[in-house]
């Protein structure tokens, strides 16, 4: 819902903290607002997953629906995942996932994938019990800002 986003806001802010994207390296305010908008934009293949718990928001998952060139229908790219640090090993990165899975079966979509860091043993522990590693490793290249 639109009236989340203050609540929704402090886990994007700890998620890109997560990623060393925080105080001088913070990202811009109109790309968070622009993230939030997409939400709500019918004509966006990004959509916003959230996890309440008693407190408010305790986690996000965000995704991407896009085309493949190895098949016909479109792939998922869980793009983001977080859960506040109160909420770690209580099961909600793996709910966030399951509704992941759960909305783009509906779709009729077939792959859902996303990648993480190295460093991230905690996520990984838990991304090796709901799928499966692929061998591939992700290069970069920034072309400006």
């Given at each position: 819902m639109k009236a989340d986003f203050a609540a929704w806001k402090v886990l994007w802010?700890?998620?890109n903290a997560f990623y060393g994207r925080a105080g001088e390296t913070a990202l811009r305010p109109e790309i968070t607002q622009s993230?939030?908008?997409r939400f709500f934009d019918a004509y966006e293949p990004m959509h916003a997953f959230v996890a309440?718990?008693?407190e408010g928001l305790v986690g996000l998952a965000h995704i991407l629906y896009h085309r493949s060139t190895i098949q016909l229908g479109p792939n998922c790219y869980l793009?983001?995942?977080f859960t506040s640090e109160a909420a770690r090993g209580q099961g909600v990165g793996r709910a966030l996932i399951q509704a992941v899975y759960d909305h783009a079966a509906g779709l009729g979509i077939q792959r859902v994938y996303w990648q993480t860091h190295e460093t991230n043993a905690a996520a990984m522990r838990l991304y090796d019990q709901?799928?499966?590693k692929s061998g591939f490793i992700v290069y970069r290249?920034?072309?400006g800002t």
């Open positions: 802010d700890g998620y993230t939030w908008s309440e718990g008693p793009q983001d995942l709901v799928a499966e290249k920034s072309l």
